[in-house]
């Protein structure tokens, strides 16, 4: 947008210097250079990735436009043709339809009008017509503008949450909140491509929880689907910011720790398999459910793809299962 806009701040300079005495009309000139200058600033700043926010960043666009569109109209002279006239004074009006432009709720698109309306209550504004009606007309008529535009930027802004939402919900699961097979498999592809480019340690969990069918029978799946849904949560606290839990299927997990070393990652598989031995499930009869679960670790090997970790994993899990239940194994403990 601040690209589109710098363009249309230089694209008036024909007719400034067509209609214009050449002293003002190259003032305007420098006028003109200096906001299309700033404004192409903000957009490059933004393309840069910089620190600052994508709201303030607004902001300043916005202002800029006021500023620059001010200064440029106190160089009309009186006796410059109406439609030049028109032309500017219609400023204020063009600055608060962007607004539309950007999904935003009705607080930031109203205070991202004040510069238009600062704009348009200056004293250097001169409309087409009498002051008194161009003042009273201008402010009805940019009122009018800022609230279809607040309106479309809620609009968008619904949509947008919408969207966000609906993608969350395809990429998690809807029990336990973790992400689903399909977007853990993505996720897991990506790590191991990124371990491999840069060196990196990277380990995978595979979880199940020991005899659960056994507490679906005997308390019903509602208390399966709790059991279910706190081991998620303890699952959860136990991971860093970037590592990701997954359900895979009905009382399988899988924990991905990128950037960990096996030792370490023998540590947090420990620590949930400790945890999930002391917590106890809330029943409805005032009982309570216990669970312990049991963990296979495999470590990223070169050469491995998503498959073949896998694979470790599983195996690494199954010695786990048989040979005893509610422990920790690594695949390196037993392969040749």
Request: proline residues 5%; contains cysteine.
């Amino acid at each position: 947008m601040a690209w589109l806009v710098a363009l249309g701040v230089l694209a008036w300079i024909p007719i400034d210097l067509r209609t214009l005495p050449w002293t003002t009309a190259t003032h305007l000139l420098g006028l003109r250079l200096l906001l299309a200058a700033a404004l192409l600033l903000v957009a490059a700043s933004q393309r840069l990735g910089t620190r600052r926010s994508p709201t303030s960043a607004l902001f300043v666009f916005i202002a800029l436009q006021a500023v620059g569109f001010a200064w440029m109209e106190a160089q009309i002279p009186p006796d410059a043709p109406p439609l030049l006239r028109l032309g500017y004074g219609l400023f204020p009006f063009v600055v608060a339809a962007q607004i539309a432009i950007f999904p935003l709720p009705l607080v930031w698109s109203l205070l991202l009008a004040l510069p238009a309306l600062g704009l348009l209550l200056l004293p250097s504004w001169q409309g087409p017509f009498a002051p008194d009606v161009s003042l009273f007309g201008g402010v009805w008529l940019l009122f009018l503008i800022v609230l279809i535009s607040a309106w479309a930027g809620m609009s968008q802004l619904s949509l947008l949450l919408d969207l966000m939402r609906a993608r969350t919900d395809a990429a998690h699961d809807g029990l336990t909140g973790l992400a689903n097979r399909r977007s853990a498999m993505a996720r897991l592809e990506a790590e191991i491509a990124q371990a491999h480019r840069r060196g990196q340690p990277l380990v995978l969990l595979a979880l199940d929880l020991d005899h659960f069918k056994r507490v679906n029978d005997a308390y019903g799946h509602a208390a399966g689907d709790r059991v279910l849904t706190e081991f998620a949560t303890i699952l959860r606290e136990s991971l860093r910011l970037g590592d990701l839990g997954a359900r895979v299927g009905g009382e399988e997990f899988i924990a991905l720790l990128p950037q960990t070393e096996a030792l370490a990652a023998r540590h947090v598989a420990e620590r949930i398999r400790e945890q999930c031995e002391r917590h106890e499930v809330a029943h409805d009869d005032d009982t309570s459910i216990r669970f312990t679960i049991s963990i296979g670790l495999a470590s990223l090997h070169p050469g491995d793809d998503a498959a073949a970790l896998l694979a470790r994993a599983d195996q690494a899990l199954y010695r786990a299962k048989h040979g005893g239940r509610n422990r920790v194994v690594a695949a390196e403990e037993w392969s040749g």
